[in-house]
């Protein structure tokens, strides 16, 4: 099983991203899946998760208004729109796969791709 994300780079406040992690080796429509964000110094944090179907999202609180997870399940993708980028923004953003349909348990990870955010 594999899992690439791309779509990271330098970027100015203010603007957007639109990251993507594609998965190989695995039924993609059984699980849920999530992506992470781990800023410099900084334990990794839970952003944003998306059932199997689509039809359900999670964001966290600090970041609900902005970012935007989706899938597409017939191109085995999950992407994260990020919109009015910030500062603190600036991190490695992993996507996960859960263990299941929203269980909350992520047992296989991507390699991450780099966001920074410039003033």
């Known amino acids: 099983e594999h899992m690439v994300e791309s779509g990271g780079g330098f970027v100015q406040a203010g603007g957007s991203l639109r990251l993507s992690c594609t998965v190989s080796g695995r039924p993609f429509n059984f699980y849920a899946m999530a992506w992470f964000r781990q800023a410099p110094g900084e334990a990794r944090e839970l952003v944003a998760a998306?059932?199997?179907?689509?039809?359900?999202?999670s964001y966290a609180e600090s970041v609900k208004d902005r970012f935007t997870i989706s899938r597409d399940n017939a191109k085995n993708t999950v992407y994260l729109k990020i919109n009015n980028l910030e500062l603190n923004d600036t991190g490695v953003y992993y996507c996960?796969?859960?263990?299941?349909?929203?269980?909350?348990?992520?047992?296989?990870w991507g390699q991450g791709t780099q966001v920074t955010v410039s003033s």
């Open positions: 998306i059932d199997n179907g689509g039809g359900s999202t």
């Open positions: 996960a796969k859960d263990v299941g349909n929203w269980r909350w348990s992520y047992d296989v």
